[in-house]
C-alpha cells in the first residue's frame, strides 16, 4: 500500500502526519512500527493521523501512535504539528481549533509569531488519575505537591528516586536534578517507564531547576525512549514544579531541541498552555509493506 505523509517536527520531537480526513487507511500496529523506523521507513517518535469532526463542537479527531505501534492518550508537541499542518493543507482555516484526542479535547491556536499555543487542559495530581498505585508508600510534601519513593530495580545506579506523578492526559513521573546533562537518563528512563507501580507505563521526566522562570528537561518517553523534546512531558514538569513551590506561573524549558513556553496559574480548574515551534521538513509518499513484524 502506498500512502502520502507529511515530516513534521516540534522542538526536535519529530512526527509523520497522516491526512485520514477523506477515508481510513486502516493500518496495523506494524504498520505504524515500520512508519516510525528510521532505517527502513520515515523515522520519527509518533505517527499523528488527522480525522474528521466526531461530534458537534470538534473541529477534528487527533490520534496519536508511539513509534512502538501503541496507541497513547496525548503528545503536547504533536499538538502544535497537528494545527500548523491543518492550517497549511486549508482543512481549516480558523486560528484556534477544538480537537478530541484520546486523552480529550485540547484547543490548539496559531500565533502572529508563527509558533503555536495549545490549552492543554487541567493537570492532574492524584496518584488514582495518573495513574499511579501509591499502596504502602509515605509521599515526601513540599509546598502543595507530593514526591514518592519510587525503588527501581538492581540495574539502577541509584536504589531509590523520588518522582511527583502528574497527568497530561497521559502519565509523567518527574525527579528533580542537579544536572539534566549528567543525570542518568538512560539507565533509570526505562526502569521508570515499565515500573509495576504504573500499569499503563509512564513518562519519566528529569527536571533541572535553573531559576524560578528557566528550567531544563530531559524525557523518556513511554513506547519511545528519549526525545529531543517533550510537550507534555514539559507541561507536566512545569505544573510539578509550580506545585512543589520553586516555580513562577510562566516558565522557559529548554529542551535538546529547543524551548518551549509553559504557563499555568497553579489553580486546579485552570490548564497549562504550551507555546512553541511547528515545523514542516518534508512530504513524500512511501511503500508500506501489507504485512509487518
Known amino acids: 500500500m502506498q ?26 500496529a ?20 488527522v480525522r474528521p469532526s466526531p461530534a458537534e463542537g470538534i473541529d477534528f479527531e487527533y490520534v496519536i501512535h508511539n513509534a512502538d505501534g501503541g496507541e497513547v492518550e496525548q503528545c ?10 491543518v492550517h497549511d493543507k486549508g482543512l481549516s482555516g480558523k486560528d484556534t481549533l477544538r480537537v478530541l484526542t484520546k486523552g480529550g479535547v485540547i484547543a490548539p491556536r496559531l500565533t502572529p509569531d508563527g509558533r503555536v499555543t495549545v490549552d492543554m487542559g487541567q493537570p492532574q495530581f492524584e ?33 531509590t ?48 531547576i535553573v531559576d524560578r522562570t528557566h528550567v531544563r528537561l530531559r524525557v523518556f518517553e513511554r513506547g519511545v525512549g528519549e526525545t529531543l523534546a517533550c510537550g507534555t512531558g514539559a507541561c507536566a514538569a512545569v505544573a510539578v514544579g ?34 512553541g515551534p511547528a515545523t514542516t521538513v518534508f512530504e513524500g509518499q512511501i511503500d508500506i509493506p501489507d504485512t509487518t513484524l
Not at 507529511?6 to 509523520?16: E, I, L, R, S
Not at 503536547?76 to 499542518?85: K, S
Not at 495513574?131 to 541509584?158: C, E, M, N, R
Open 3 to 28: 500512502i502520502r505523509f507529511t515530516k513534521m517536527q516540534g522542538a526536535g520531537n519529530d512526527f509523520v502526519v497522516l491526512d485520514e480526513t477523506q477515508g481510513r487507511l486502516g493500518l496495523s
Open 30 to 49: 506494524g504498520q505504524y512500527r515500520f512508519l516510525a523506523d528510521r532505517h527502513f521507513g520515515v523515522g520519527a517518535d509518533q505517527i499523528l493521523t
Open 76 to 85: 503536547g508537541n504533536g499538538a502544535r504539528c497537528f494545527a500548523r499542518f
Open 127 to 159: 496518584p488514582a488519575q495518573v495513574p499511579f498505585d501509591a499502596s504502602g508508600l509515605s509521599p515526601v510534601g513540599q509546598g502543595l505537591g507530593q514526591k514518592w519513593p519510587l525503588a527501581l530495580d538492581g540495574k539502577a545506579l541509584i536504589a
Open 161 to 208: 528516586v523520588l518522582v511527583a506523578v502528574a497527568s497530561m492526559g497521559n502519565p509523567h513521573a518527574v525527579q528533580l536534578v542537579d544536572d539534566v546533562d549528567t543525570a542518568p537518563v538512560q539507565e533509570t528512563g526505562p526502569l521508570i517507564e515499565n515500573h509495576v507501580r504504573f500499569p499503563q507505563r509512564v513518562n519519566a521526566g528529569f527536571l533541572q
Open 242 to 275: 509550580i506545585r512543589l513551590g520553586l516555580l513562577d506561573n510562566e516558565v522557559q524549558v529548554d529542551t535538546r531541541g529547543g524551548r518551549l513556553t509553559i504557563a499555568w496559574s497553579g489553580a486546579d480548574p485552570d490548564s497549562v498552555f504550551m507555546t
